[in-house]
């Protein structure tokens, strides 16, 4: 990748680091505070704190003096959706980050591989034809999953030539590959009667949506977000020395395929379980890691978790604007995430001057 500027914060400052981590937890805390409060049902402060506490509790420190539709929308349906929206996030930022550094690209995220749009077309599959009914709400995970590996799959088998593997060629095949499961999801939501449910929920969650959000849900991409993470934070003096090339980084005793084979593994689970409960959501995994790198650098001891915690709280902050925009209605967050998304993917174009590559 190319050489990056001087951070906004230097590293060898660590009190700047932990300022801007501290000035990102207050904005998430009041982004948490507005996350409730907002909606298609506007909410009292007052009432959503004494909820919280007495959840939290377990027993009623206040008497409820609310109604019971308050507790019932706020803690079976926002604070799920909330946790949800900073982990899906998160979990984006962190996909970015290693497709980044496996590619060498700044440009590459959770979708550059294909693991993306393999995992929507096992979801969509599972919506549409309901072959994973018996596991319940669990088939479209395990459907998206894998989709994923199916894809991350093909997409090695497409780009090993003599048996390596390049960035480009990676790239190269992750494109190949995103166009064959968008055209077979298309394909499924076409041949499926127009007007039906199915169509309507695959089209809605294919642009992005945490409508479905639930704690049994949370439960499982929240274990898998934290082992993913904990993984990644052993290995981020091996992602720095990858970064500077493979002959550089097996000079210095890393192993440069078992880490590369790690990433993957690491970014088709994460993708293939963010996929399954939030639809698909671009630019995150682009956007933030380039934001926060400018501003903390680029070792990434530093800037996995900033940029996790910059994520999180834009996709808290992007699903906010998704139910307040056209209340009541609501918007599908893939589309808000898009327009802040989008703009930004074309200033890197423009800055790169054509420099970009795998």
Known sequence: MDKEKTPVFPLHKRSHYLCFCCIMVVILFF????????????????SVGKVIINQLAGREIYEPTWEES??????TIRIPRILTAFIVGAGLTLCGILMQVLTK????????????HGASAGAVSVIMYG???????????????GGAVLSIVMALKIATIRNKVTATQLVLAGIAVSALFSAITNFMIY?????SDKVKTATYWMMGSLSGASWEKLKYATIAFAVCFVVILFLTKQLDVLLLGDDVAST????TDKLKLVIIIIATLLTGIIVSI???????GLTIPHITRSIVGTK???????SMLVGGTFLVIADILSRVVVAPEELPIGVVSAFFGAPFFLYLIRKSNGKIGG
Request: glycine letters at 14%; aromatic letters at 12%; zero cysteines.
């Open 70 to 75: 308050t507790e019932t929308i706020l803690w």
């Open 105 to 116: 690209n700044p440009l590459a995220d959770p979708y550059v591989l294909g693991i993306s």
């Open 252 to 255: 210095v005793g890393v192993n």
């Open 278 to 284: 939030s639809g698909t959501i671009g630019f995150v």
């Open 191 to 195: 041949h499926t009667k127009t007007g």
């Open 31 to 46: 982004s948490f505070i507005m996350a409730t409060t907002l909606g298609s049902v506007d909410l009292s402060e007052e």
């Open 131 to 145: 072959y994973l009914s018996f596991l319940g709400g669990y088939g479209t995970m395990v459907g998206a999953f």
């Open 300 to 306: 990434h001891k530093w800037l996995v978790p900033a």
